[in-house]
């Protein structure tokens, strides 16, 4: 889920249901109290995977998903394929030919036209898109990982580049990441060989050693104003870096095994690490004061939620102390991040009900008042999977 970085109150939410193979895209302009799904997706064949805002035109919105990108000019709407790129064509190397006339005077044929400079450009994706990001180099590149590898495009009007992780490595991408601080840096989550890092703008890659390897990558973050702060969530645990990548540790005090999908870093506070855990035994949203060296769960047993596995975690851009949490067939919470004693003294109430997405896609308050609990559920969905 991605709250609009512009509007106050609107939020994006992309769900998947395992039943069918598809999924929904919801929209919803009063902080989550009631949603609306966009008409113009196939929710029995359509997967989205990832939500991204464009930076300079915030109507224009990204969606990954299981048959390529899709794009919206209405702020999520209405979507459409992204239309293919016109790659200029391949031409065959620059040779020429001499031939011989009949009075034995050579005579040069005309050269064939060259390889044009430059990468060569696909014109469209169309497998899955699990993440898409912006590169931050100022030239507003976008960067997309799919199952076949991680391309790259500066205008989508021409196509795609391929970057080369290098041979043998597994080419099924689950999270990027690029440091405002270090533009030519490009973090990589792949499936099964750990992490690969580019320190030249994606000209060659190295793996990222002492980082994990084997299991799927599932999130890259760096501290924004110490960018050798390297945090990265797997499928089975947590590393932390403070060397930009040479070493790594695993985990950190209080912090148990999980499958780590979000990482959040409190932009006024980069010691403030939130991660969530989407693990199917119990999950989770915990917290660091100290940049990963000490963890606290926030979401206690006394909030009573639904659901405790956590998928995706966005900062409300308006108000860097409350979260959204995208949970596991229980919706999206909204929840405020106080000391664990604090909370639970709160006085917020749980206050939507249970919906199926196909029954009611709009989710409306419940007027009966609820006991006292410290988050607020602002769109359940049962039976829909948000999520990788």
Do not use: C
């Amino acid at each position: 889920m991605v709250p609009d970085r512009e509007r106050p109150n609107r939020l994006y939410a992309a769900t998947r249901n395992t039943a069918t193979g598809g999924g929904f895209f919801f929209v919803s302009d009063d902080d989550g109290a009631t949603w609306r799904p966009s008409a113009s997706i196939d929710v029995n064949r359509t997967a989205p995977f990832a939500i991204l805002q464009d930076r300079t035109n915030g109507n224009v919105m990204y969606l990954g998903t299981n048959t390529g990108i899709l794009r919206s000019m209405d702020r999520g709407i209405t979507w459409s394929p992204l239309p293919a790129g016109k790659a200029a064509p391949k031409a065959a190397p620059k040779t020429t030919r001499t031939t011989r006339s009949r009075s034995k005077k050579a005579v040069k044929a005309a050269p064939v036209p060259a390889v044009p400079k430059g990468p060569v450009l696909i014109p469209s994706l169309k497998e899955n898109v699990k993440v898409l990001a912006f590169t931050e180099d100022g030239k507003h590149g976008l960067l997309a990982g799919t199952d076949s590898g991680l391309y790259r495009s500066y205008d989508l009007t021409k196509g795609w580049e391929k970057l080369d992780l290098g041979a043998g490595v597994n080419q099924n991408i689950f999270a990027i990441h690029i440091a405002a601080a270090r533009p030519d840096t490009i973090w990589v989550g792949t499936a099964t060989s750990g992490v690969m890092v580019s320190r030249d703008d994606g000209k060659t890659f190295t793996n990222a050693g002492g980082a994990v390897a084997g299991v799927p990558v599932s999130a890259i973050e760096t501290d924004p104003s110490r960018p050798d702060y390297i945090y990265v969530g797997t499928t089975q645990t947590f590393y932390l870096s403070r060397d930009n990548g040479a070493t790594w540790k695993r985990r950190g005090g209080h912090l148990p095994l999980g499958n780590f999908a979000s990482i959040l870093i409190d932009p006024k506070d980069p010691n403030e690490i939130i991660i969530g855990s989407a693990i199917e035994s119990d999950g989770g949203i915990y917290i660091s004061k100290d940049a990963g060296e000490q963890w606290k769960r926030i979401d206690t047993k006394k909030m009573h939620l639904p659901s405790r596995r956590v998928w995706s975690m966005a900062f409300d851009p308006h108000d860097t102390n409350r979260i959204y949490a995208g949970t596991h067939s229980s919706g999206v919470y909204k929840i405020e991040l106080k000391d664990p004693e604090a909370a639970t003294a709160a006085t917020n109430d749980v206050s939507a009900r249970p919906q199926t997405a196909s029954a009611q896609p709009a989710v409306e308050k419940e007027p009966a008042p609820q006991p006292k609990r410290t988050t607020i559920v602002v769109g359940e969905r049962p039976r829909v999977l948000p999520g990788q």
